[in-house]
């Protein structure tokens, strides 16, 4: 057991990876066998994360768990690892998203433990950002989680829908994963020059170090007056995030990349991918710029609202039910980075604590209302092979369990007092309310339509005429898809009705993390 | 006395090429299986001597020196330091599999091994000599092989070409260094052509800023450095594989390693004066290359042309004069050497059953050769400096020095990882899924074993380092300290 607690974070880190590798050594052919041997090792992970919750002790401040191992000494890069309340919520979402990820991948039938392997990968990859407290190592994991993520859209993605580019016809999904790659790699790029001249300039990459060290950095380094550097480094850092989150007018991906991923791949993709984007912004932009991110809050503040209204309008005008709830994501995402801004704005105020947990929890929330929904979508498609919700219609009296449990979800994710999407979005809008007023008062209008397209959603799917084409033809949600949405619905119900236990995480991680007296 | 461990890595390609030429020409087995078995008794010895280097210690080990020419001041003195003893277990390691790759030459294979064999015994010297006439010597002896083994083994469309235009660029760059080389050991005033001596030798600061350009350009020309660049996508596209791994992976590597530990390290001054001018064209090698990569449609010129653009990340790393931008060049020279080679081994494994190389031509080879794709993919990552692999543990700390030296190169350069990620993506997509042609669904299948060990070989090492780069990084960095003491503790 020592062991055990000794190592928490690198085992939680690396099983996947060994998970990985025990899945190569099982014959190509043997699909069943795969995918139990793989859900039940994706649950190692998820039961080490438990006990870390358990065993973590919130009111203690400062990073848990750490560990410290020499990586590239010449450039003073170690393998730094350590949690706290912030990055333990994400881990927890993480490591839960990915055996229910898994459960509904049962129905993947080509190349079973190739795909499993890469979600193994993925895993790693989104764990490692969360836990690392070294900038290197960060990018390390940051940059490596993309190529599990192109492959699997790439190859498992949707096989119909064609895309013209320059007079060329090609695959939706090859369009879709070849944008989602070149645009994320391309926002890491000012990260990367921006990582390097921290290093160049600091001589370290630990952030603890760097967190004392940087913000007061002044002077003339490199021939160039620091704060210039600073703020063009302030720059490639949240271009990267925002293009992640992703901030409105850098979304452009994410519509694609979401409605080609295969189901469990969009789930993870919304799940967990988006939420690097606001961890970063979290961990690293606002301690250690805030004097930029106070200059500039304003700026991202505004992006964030154009997010939330223009990502609700968009969905609202999509008939593909996978683009809806895509879109639907840029709106949510957008709550979260409008509650950063105005925390950046008015740091050391009651105000940005209370802005500064609600994104949080909103990442976690959103985390398991916007995977629920891509499973919904998942199952239908499934059955109907269509997402076009003119298509639908009246579905309701034909499955009136899965109709449910949709509903349930929908209202989740509309923001429904008593479950979890209403707790965080109002711990934002309160928070934010008095920093950004007029702000607030726009977003409004973005959260009125989303009460517009989740309707929509229902609307198109459960109601109205019933479409006499699926009578017979459209079958009842299964066990095993219910035990996929189970866990996600009992914590959505458990969130919005006693929130305690997750926000006092939450809570005491932001006081500390922030300096917030 | 020690065991002479370098002289016999060095002469046992050779020992072996005479050995393999006593054999029978019509006893292609036993040829092979000697061929074999003297690569990886050569990559043993170079496992060996990279694991017992003793990096505390650093400086040069292994040293021999034996008088050649006393009244000349020759001597046949070889040693490895820190940068050199990975440069001999790449060359190790591309030997070991270039001959496994070519299992399958079938057209005089005797004549093939053995003019390989020369060609990798010159290789080895060089990396070892510390005598600057038998780094000549040992570079002469490189070249050489190279234009026989193109011009009678390569790709018949352009192989008399690509072989006359490859020999004639190289000659006239070793002339030009040899000049500069020349000049040095006569302006030394010492006699000698022992390379330690000659760094204590105190030329003035003008001899320096003249000579060093011949010096470092005569040789940076085999390091591919642009506007002195075209011969090589031609010359790696007419080889054949084995060639091509040797001559992208190892001998591309010389050419910077010899401007490296001839120009710069007993040139300093003159390495100060010439590098601000020098990096811009490093920056076009990296960039231009990187674009030309993308543009083509034959998948070897693509390969081709990505050398150029990572050899440019070497000698630019090198042209920074930070310790950070030559342990980077350091640790490029071994990862792109591993990384283009497993890149020529898979060109050739596909090329060898579709006989053709045109990108949009090709489709689907994943299905026949699954591990093939899988080599070409961690390759590729490589190449695009993905993190957990190699190619990211070199080039992060080039483009440190950059900021540390010239911080606006930094943000230019950058833009070639974007358009190598593209052109590596375009061919992952195109070339070994997309869909499969009619014409190949019958005739492709699986490579060989021994075709898979050379894969998973190569693979293995790119992924270690990348994982791992404590095995290597404090190797190359005590190489880097030597360099850094003769540049006056820059």
Known sequence: MEFISDHLLTLILFTPVISAVILMFIAGDQDKLIRWVALVLSLIPLTLTIYLWVNFNPDQPGFQFQEYYTWYSPINASFHVGVDGISLTMVLLTTLLTPLCILASFTIKDRVKTYMILFFLLQMGMLGVFLSLDLLIFFVFWEFGLVPMYFLINQWGSEKGTRTIFGRTINARTYASYKFIIYTMAGSLGLLLAIQMIGVVTGTFDLIELFQMWPSVEGVVLGIPVSTLKAAAFWAFVLAFAIKVPVWPFHTWLPDAHTEAPTAGSMILAGVLLKLGGYGFLRFVLPLYPVESQRYAIILGFLAVMGIIWGAFSAYGQTDFKRLVAYSSVNHMGFVVLGIAAAAYAINTQDATIALEGAVLQMFNHGLSAAAMFFLVGVLYERTHTRDLDKYGGLFALIPVYGAILIFTSMASLGLPGLNGFISEFLVVRGVWPIFTLFTILSMLGLFFTGAYILKGIKGVLHGPLNKNWIGHITEINPREVLVIAPLMILMLWIGVWPAWILDVINKAVIWFYQIN | ?490
């Open chain 2, 1 to 490: 006395m020690q065991f002479p461990v370098l002289s016999v890595i060095a002469f046992t390609p050779i020992v072996a090429a005479i050995f393999i030429l006593l054999i029978p020409s019509d006893r292609k087995t036993e040829i092979r299986a000697a061929a074999l078995a003297a690569a990886t008794f050569a990559l043993g010895l170079s496992v060996w001597v990279y694991f017992s280097y003793d990096v505390q210690a650093s400086g040069y080990q292994f040293v021999e020196r034996y008088s050649w020419l006393p009244q000349l001041g020759i001597s046949y003195f070889v040693g490895v330091d820190g940068m050199s003893a990975p440069l001999v277990l790449l060359a190790g390691l591309v030997m070991f599999t270039g001959v496994l790759i070519s299992w399958g030459v079938d057209d005089r294979p005797r004549e093939f091994f053995a003019f390989l064999f020369i060609l990798a015994t010159g290789v080895f010297g060089v990396f070892i000599a510390l005598d600057l006439f038998m780094l000549f010597f040992f570079y002469e002896i490189a070249v050489f092989p190279m234009y026989l083994l193109i011009a009678i083994w390569g790709w018949k469309v352009t192989r008399e070409y690509a072989a006359m235009k490859l020999t004639l660029y190289l000659f006239i760059g070793s002339v030009i260094a040899l000049v500069g080389a020349l000049g040095m050991y006569f302006a030394s005033g010492l006699g000698t052509f022992d390379m330690i001596a000659l760094e204590s030798a105190n030329f003035t600061a003008t001899f320096q800023k003249i000579v060093f350009p011949f010096v470092f350009f005569g040789f940076a020309i085999l390091g591919g450095i642009f506007p002195f660049h075209n011969w090589s996508p031609d010359g790696h596209v007419a080889a054949p594989t084995a060639v091509s791994m040797f001559h992208a992976g190892v001998l591309m590597k010389l050419g910077a390693f010899a401007a490296l530990r001839v120009g710069i390290m007993l040139l300093p001054e003159g390495a100060k004066f010439h590098m601000s001018w020098i990096i811009i064209l490093t920056l076009v090698n990296v960039v231009y290359g990187a674009f030309i990569a993308f543009v083509q449609t034959d998948f070897k010129y693509v390969i081709g042309f990505s050398s150029v653009s990572h050899m440019g990340l070497v000698l630019m790393g090198f042209a920074t004069l930070t310790s950070d931008g030559l342990l980077g060049a350091g640790v490029q020279m071994f990862s792109h050497g591993i990384m283009t080679a497993l890149f020529f081994a898979v060109v050739g494994m596909v090329y060898d059953q579709a006989h053709t190389r045109e990108i949009p031509k090709l489709g689907g080879v994943r299905i026949a050769m699954p591990l093939v794709a899988v080599a070409f993919i961690i390759g590729g990552l490589v190449s695009m400096g993905m993190p957990g692999f190699s190619g990211f543990v070199a080039e992060f700390p080039i483009f440190m020095g950059l900021w540390d030296s010239y911080p606006w190169i930094a943000w230019v350069a950058v833009i070639s990882i974007v358009i190598t990620a593209a052109y590596i993506i375009r061919i992952i997509g195109k070339v070994f899924f997309g869909k499969i042609p009619e014409e190949f669904k019958e005739h492709l299948h699986d490579v060989r074993a021994l075709d898979k060990v050379a894969l998973v070989v190569l693979s293995a090492v790119l992924i270690i380092v990348g994982i791992y780069p404590t095995i290597m990084v404090p190797m190359v960095q005590s190489g880097v300290e030597n360099v850094l003491r003769l540049l006056g503790g820059a």
